[in-house]
Structure formats: C-alpha cells, structure tokens
C-alpha cells in the first residue's frame, strides 16, 4: 500500500512547477531573434538533429521538478508485518529399543512390521507431520533409548531433521548383556533433560517460552533392569511438573517373534506371550497428570498420538506491526524489478539536462 506522508504531503502541489519551468524554457519570448532580408536559405537547409531534440532540455528539467516534489512529499510503502511469538512445548522420547521390539505384530503400508518400526514411523510423522498428523515444529524434541541402560540420543532441540535421524537409526538389543528394560532410569533421565531446558530457557517479559513439558513414554514390557524405581522417577517429574504419557506397544494376548532362521534360510516364526505392565504404566501416567494408552497396531499408535497432539497444544500470541519503506531515500520492488531511490531519479535528470545544456543544446542568450 503506497501512500504520503501527513505533515509532508503539502509539497505535493509543487508538481505544478514543472510543466511551468517547461513552458518557461519552451516560450517564443526565450527564442533568439537576428534580423535578416530573406529565410528561405535557412528554410531550405531543414531542421538539424540538435533542433528538432531540443525539447529535450525542459523536459529533463521539468521531470526533475515534478520527482524532486514527489520526493518532499515522502512516498512510503507500507508493509504489515505479523510476528508470532510462539510458547512452545518440550517433548522427551523414551523409546524402548530392548530385544522384545522385534516382535513382528504391526504393519507398515500393507506389509508385516516389528514394533520398533512401527514406533519409529509414526514418532517421525508426530514430530514432522504426516500420516494425519500436523507436526510440532514449536516444539523442543528431545531423544531417550533404553533397554537394559537408558541413553540420551538427542537433546531436545528444535532441529527435528536431526531428531528424526536419530530416531530411524536405533535399532533393538541383540545381545544378552544389553537387553533390558530399564524404565525407571529412563523416566530420570527424561526429567533431568527436560529440567536443565525448563532452568536454562530464557525468559521473556516474566514468561517462560516452554508452556509445558512431558515425556512420552513407549515400551512393550516390565520394568526389569536399572537401579531407580519407575515411581520414584515418576514422582519426580511430578515435581517438575512434567506430564508422562505411557504407551503401551504391542498386541494382547501372543505376537509373532523371529526367532532364526531354518536350514533353508527362511525366517522361523514363533508366537510369545505378550507381557506389558499395564498397572505399573498407569500409574506412571496417574501421578504426573498424564494418560496411558494401549497400541495393539499402526492405527491405534497413530490415533494415540493425535490425542497427546491435542492435549499439549503450543500457545501462540500473534502481534503486528507496520513497516514503511521512504520511496524517496529507499531502494524498493516494483513489478518484481529492483527500484533505487526516487531521490537518484532527480540527480540523474538535472546531471543530464545540465550535461545537455551546456554542450548540445547549449543555446545563446
């Protein structure tokens, strides 16, 4: 939106001058007369390239009137500009990587998965959006595997990219010495990052810019490795004030495992029971304010984070400002095309005319 300037605009009808200084230049009375019997020689030798451009002069001087007006009258272009000021939330990944993740009782478009791919996929698309989710891209991601140890991946961060990298590249225990699940060390773990971000956050104007925080916890078994009690790990996020939402991964009742493969090469299947501690995970959830949930499949995992997606919601605050950009001392955009100052027009118009005036078209007085 081009508009003037209210205290400026007075300069406005200064325009008028220049065809003035233009009809002065160009009037009959500024002409040169000489006193001669007969014209028909000057008639007959026509018009020279010099004369019939002539114009040209008032023309320059006149448009350097009219933009020098223009420029007094401060032409802005204003801009409104919405800045939103986001209070995001801190989110800590507790995924379990132990042995029991490989069970084969999800699916990943049409075909069979184990549930750690499942887990990872559709975290992926709760942190990025996708799959009908809209993402958290206001939110700090941060990245805790366990099984028989809890390992801090990820700080929380911003970077979601590198979040998400994270997260496609762990891969379950294998070994006997490593497999485990160690919830209660990884519930500490998850309220000790998330405490260091709420304390280290800055503050604005009185007001965190972490709304919340909240650990979501995913895993398919019982608490069985690790020195901390899941409860004390609980209480202490409760604390914080830090929300746990628990998921519980994997079918009911038996779930086909891998277990080798034959003397052909093919990949034996055999069915194990399926061992969640449900008491013990809603009671995580219960003491910090959080939900538990249950994952039987790919959708039911999905729906689930759309419901935590709803629950920790990003606050926002939206302000607006206008931003004017002085035509006459600003280079601006017109038509897609760099403009620069209106005030190098004027310079450029009265450099020529002057340069015109006094060579070319240099008249006698």
């Known amino acids: 939106m081009t508009s003037f300037d209210l205290l400026a605009s007075w300069f406005l009808p200064l325009v008028l001058l220049a065809p003035l200084a233009a009809w002065r230049f160009l009037s009959p009375r500024r002409r040169v007369r000489i006193g001669y019997s007969s014209t028909a020689i000057v008639s007959a030798a026509g018009t020279s390239f010099a004369a019939r451009l002539r114009w040209l002069v008032p023309v320059f001087r006149g448009a350097a009137i009219a933009l020098l007006a223009l420029c007094l009258a401060r032409p802005v272009i204003a801009n409104q500009q919405t800045k939103v000021f986001v209070e995001g939330?801190?989110?800590?990944?507790?995924?379990?990587?132990?042995?029991?993740?490989r069970?084969?009782?999800?699916?990943?478009?049409?075909?069979?998965?184990?549930?750690?791919?499942?887990?990872?996929?559709?975290?992926?698309?709760?942190?990025?959006?996708?799959?009908?989710?809209?993402?958290?891209?206001?939110?700090?991601?941060?990245?805790?595997?366990?099984?028989?140890?809890?390992?801090?991946?990820?700080?929380?961060?911003?970077?979601?990219?590198?979040?998400?990298?994270?997260?496609?590249?762990?891969?379950?225990?294998?070994?006997?010495?490593?497999?485990?699940?160690?919830?209660?060390?990884?519930?500490?773990?998850g309220v000790d990052r998330l405490r260091d971000a709420m304390k280290n956050a800055p503050i604005d104007k009185g007001r965190q810019p972490i709304?919340?925080?909240?650990?979501?916890?995913?895993?398919d078994g019982e608490n069985n490795a690790g020195d901390i009690d899941p409860r004390v790990a609980a209480d202490l996020a409760a604390t914080y004030g830090i929300k746990i939402y628990a998921i519980g991964v994997g079918t009911r009742g038996t779930a086909p495992f891998p277990v080798g493969t034959d003397p052909f090469g093919?990949?034996?299947?055999?069915?194990?029971?399926?061992?969640?501690?449900?008491?013990?995970?809603?009671?995580?959830?219960?003491?910090?304010?959080?939900?538990?949930?249950?994952?039987?499949?790919?959708?039911?995992?999905?729906?689930?984070?759309?419901?935590?997606?709803?629950?920790?919601?990003?606050?926002?605050?939206?302000?607006?400002?206008?931003?004017?950009?002085?035509?006459?001392?600003?280079?601006f955009r017109f038509?897609?095309?760099?403009?620069?100052?209106?005030?190098?027009?004027?310079?450029?118009?009265?450099?020529?005319?002057?340069?015109?005036?006094?060579?070319?078209f240099r008249s006698v007085n």
């Open 89 to 101: 939330a801190a989110l800590q990944f507790l995924v379990d990587r132990s042995g029991s993740m």
């Open 103 to 189: 069970a084969l009782d999800f699916q990943l478009d049409g075909a069979q998965s184990d549930r750690l791919a499942a887990v990872k996929n559709v975290a992926s698309a709760f942190i990025q959006g996708g799959q009908g989710l809209i993402g958290r891209p206001d939110d700090l991601v941060g990245l805790i595997t366990f099984a028989r140890y809890a390992d801090s991946l990820s700080p929380l961060t911003l970077d979601h990219g590198y979040a998400v990298d994270v997260l496609n590249k762990i891969q379950p225990a294998k070994d006997q010495s490593e497999d485990g699940t160690a919830i209660g060390e990884a519930v500490a773990l």
């Open 211 to 219: 709304q919340s925080a909240a650990i979501i916890l995913l895993t």
């Open 335 to 360: 038509a897609g095309f760099g403009i620069p100052p209106l005030l190098g027009g004027v310079l450029l118009l009265l450099c020529a005319e002057l340069l015109l005036a006094t060579t070319r």
């Open 266 to 331: 093919r990949q034996m299947i055999r069915n194990i029971p399926v061992t969640i501690d449900e008491e013990l995970l809603k009671d995580l959830a219960k003491r910090t304010g959080g939900e538990y949930f249950r994952a039987t499949d790919t959708n039911s995992l999905r729906a689930i984070y759309d419901q935590i997606d709803k629950m920790e919601k990003t606050k926002t605050e939206q302000r607006q400002s206008m931003h004017y950009t002085d035509l006459a001392v600003q280079s």
